[in-house]
Protein backbone atom coordinates (compact mmCIF):
# COMPACT_ATOMS: atom_id res chain seq x y z
CA UNK A 1 0.00 0.00 0.00
CA UNK A 2 1.10 3.26 -1.18
CA UNK A 3 1.33 6.49 0.85
CA UNK A 4 -0.62 7.77 -2.17
CA UNK A 5 -3.60 5.40 -1.63
CA UNK A 6 -3.35 6.46 2.03
CA UNK A 7 -3.94 9.87 1.56
CA UNK A 8 -6.69 9.14 -1.41
CA UNK A 9 -8.86 6.46 0.65
CA UNK A 10 -9.13 8.31 3.94
CA UNK A 11 -11.17 10.99 3.33
CA UNK A 12 -13.69 7.93 2.22
CA UNK A 13 -13.08 6.04 4.54
CA UNK A 14 -13.28 9.20 7.23
CA UNK A 15 -17.06 9.87 5.66
CA UNK A 16 -18.49 6.39 5.83
CA UNK A 17 -17.22 6.36 9.30
CA UNK A 18 -19.08 9.68 10.22
CA UNK A 19 -21.93 8.52 8.41
CA UNK A 20 -22.87 5.44 10.67
CA UNK A 21 -21.57 7.32 13.70
CA UNK A 22 -22.04 11.11 13.43
CA UNK A 23 -18.96 11.82 15.52
CA UNK A 24 -15.53 13.28 13.23
CA UNK A 25 -13.50 12.64 16.14
CA UNK A 26 -14.01 9.00 15.98
CA UNK A 27 -14.49 8.77 12.50
CA UNK A 28 -10.87 9.86 11.74
CA UNK A 29 -9.56 7.66 14.47
CA UNK A 30 -11.35 4.68 12.91
CA UNK A 31 -10.53 5.55 9.48
CA UNK A 32 -6.49 5.95 10.47
CA UNK A 33 -6.91 2.67 12.49
CA UNK A 34 -8.20 0.68 9.59
CA UNK A 35 -5.37 2.21 7.55
CA UNK A 36 -3.06 1.35 9.66
CA UNK A 37 -4.39 -2.11 9.89
CA UNK A 38 -4.44 -2.55 6.55
CA UNK A 39 -0.66 -1.56 6.08
CA UNK A 40 0.12 -4.65 8.17
CA UNK A 41 -1.92 -7.24 7.73
CA UNK A 42 -0.48 -9.48 4.70
CA UNK A 43 -3.75 -11.21 4.21
CA UNK A 44 -5.62 -7.82 2.27
CA UNK A 45 -6.90 -8.54 -1.04
CA UNK A 46 -8.93 -6.23 -2.88
CA UNK A 47 -7.78 -2.82 -0.38
CA UNK A 48 -11.05 -0.88 -0.82
CA UNK A 49 -13.19 -3.58 0.64
CA UNK A 50 -10.92 -5.18 3.06
CA UNK A 51 -11.03 -1.32 4.62
CA UNK A 52 -14.81 -0.87 4.61
CA UNK A 53 -15.07 -4.08 6.33
CA UNK A 54 -12.65 -3.37 8.42
CA UNK A 55 -14.17 -0.05 9.42
CA UNK A 56 -18.11 -1.43 9.54
CA UNK A 57 -16.60 -4.21 11.84
CA UNK A 58 -16.60 -1.21 14.73
CA UNK A 59 -19.98 -0.78 14.14
CA UNK A 60 -21.48 -4.17 15.03
CA UNK A 61 -23.06 -5.03 18.23
CA UNK A 62 -21.06 -4.56 21.80
CA UNK A 63 -18.78 -1.54 20.55
CA UNK A 64 -19.46 1.29 21.86
CA UNK A 65 -22.17 3.39 20.94
CA UNK A 66 -22.40 7.31 21.70
CA UNK A 67 -25.75 8.89 20.17
CA UNK A 68 -25.21 12.65 18.78
CA UNK A 69 -27.45 15.68 17.58
CA UNK A 70 -26.27 17.01 14.08
CA UNK A 71 -26.92 20.50 13.88
CA UNK A 72 -25.73 22.59 10.79
CA UNK A 73 -22.61 24.57 10.67
CA UNK A 74 -23.09 28.36 10.70
CA UNK A 75 -23.51 30.44 8.01
CA UNK A 76 -21.15 33.19 7.42
CA UNK A 77 -23.40 35.80 5.94
CA UNK A 78 -27.02 33.83 5.69
CA UNK A 79 -27.44 35.14 2.40
CA UNK A 80 -26.80 32.17 0.30
CA UNK A 81 -30.20 30.13 0.78
CA UNK A 82 -29.23 27.69 -0.83
CA UNK A 83 -26.15 26.51 1.46
CA UNK A 84 -28.60 26.88 4.21
CA UNK A 85 -31.03 24.42 2.09
CA UNK A 86 -28.30 22.06 2.13
CA UNK A 87 -27.04 22.12 5.91
CA UNK A 88 -30.53 21.45 6.50
CA UNK A 89 -31.15 18.87 4.71
CA UNK A 90 -27.73 17.33 5.83
CA UNK A 91 -28.71 17.55 9.12
CA UNK A 92 -31.93 15.34 8.18
CA UNK A 93 -30.04 12.90 6.45
CA UNK A 94 -27.80 12.45 9.27
CA UNK A 95 -30.50 12.00 12.12
CA UNK A 96 -32.31 9.66 9.55
CA UNK A 97 -29.29 7.63 9.30
CA UNK A 98 -28.88 7.57 13.04
CA UNK A 99 -32.42 6.03 13.50
CA UNK A 100 -32.24 3.17 11.24
CA UNK A 101 -31.16 0.07 12.50
CA UNK A 102 -27.75 -0.36 12.24
CA UNK A 103 -27.49 -3.26 9.22
CA UNK A 104 -29.84 -1.05 7.09
CA UNK A 105 -27.91 2.15 8.07
CA UNK A 106 -24.80 0.00 6.97
CA UNK A 107 -26.24 -0.74 4.18
CA UNK A 108 -27.44 2.14 2.87
CA UNK A 109 -23.76 3.94 3.74
CA UNK A 110 -21.84 1.69 2.00
CA UNK A 111 -24.35 1.70 -1.08
CA UNK A 112 -25.71 4.68 -1.58
CA UNK A 113 -23.15 7.21 -0.44
CA UNK A 114 -19.89 4.78 -0.83
CA UNK A 115 -20.87 3.82 -3.91
CA UNK A 116 -20.52 0.14 -3.53
CA UNK A 117 -22.33 -2.61 -5.89
CA UNK A 118 -24.88 -4.80 -4.25
CA UNK A 119 -21.84 -7.88 -4.32
CA UNK A 120 -19.64 -5.40 -2.83
CA UNK A 121 -21.89 -4.32 -0.03
CA UNK A 122 -22.49 -8.24 0.84
CA UNK A 123 -18.87 -8.63 0.92
CA UNK A 124 -18.43 -6.19 3.24
CA UNK A 125 -20.73 -6.80 5.74
CA UNK A 126 -20.28 -10.87 5.22
CA UNK A 127 -24.32 -10.82 4.28
CA UNK A 128 -25.55 -12.63 0.76
CA UNK A 129 -26.85 -10.54 -1.65
CA UNK A 130 -30.61 -11.03 -1.42
CA UNK A 131 -30.44 -10.06 2.40
CA UNK A 132 -28.19 -6.48 1.47
CA UNK A 133 -31.56 -5.76 -0.86
CA UNK A 134 -33.94 -6.35 2.05
CA UNK A 135 -31.88 -3.93 3.96
CA UNK A 136 -31.59 -1.60 1.37
CA UNK A 137 -35.60 -2.15 1.08
CA UNK A 138 -36.22 -1.81 4.89
CA UNK A 139 -33.61 0.82 5.10
CA UNK A 140 -34.95 3.16 2.62
CA UNK A 141 -38.61 2.63 3.60
CA UNK A 142 -37.60 3.43 7.26
CA UNK A 143 -35.61 6.47 5.30
CA UNK A 144 -38.81 8.13 3.90
CA UNK A 145 -41.07 7.39 7.28
CA UNK A 146 -38.18 9.49 8.89
CA UNK A 147 -37.82 12.25 6.21
CA UNK A 148 -40.14 15.05 6.15
CA UNK A 149 -42.39 14.91 3.50
CA UNK A 150 -41.16 16.13 -0.05
CA UNK A 151 -37.51 15.56 0.86
CA UNK A 152 -35.28 13.49 -1.63
CA UNK A 153 -34.31 9.95 -0.98
CA UNK A 154 -30.93 8.02 -1.83
CA UNK A 155 -32.16 5.38 -4.57
CA UNK A 156 -35.25 7.58 -5.61
Do not use: I
Not at 13 to 37: N, S
Not at 98 to 106: D, G, M, Q, S
Not at 125 to 131: F, I, M, P
Amino acid sequence: MTDEYVAQRYAHLRRAAFLMCGDWARAGDLARLTLARALTDPGVGDLDLWAYADLMAAFKPGHSRREHVFVAPEQAGHDDTQAALRDAYTVLVLDALRRLPPKCRAVLVLHHFCHLAVAETADVLGLDGNKVTEYEAEGLEAFRDLLPAGQPVAGR
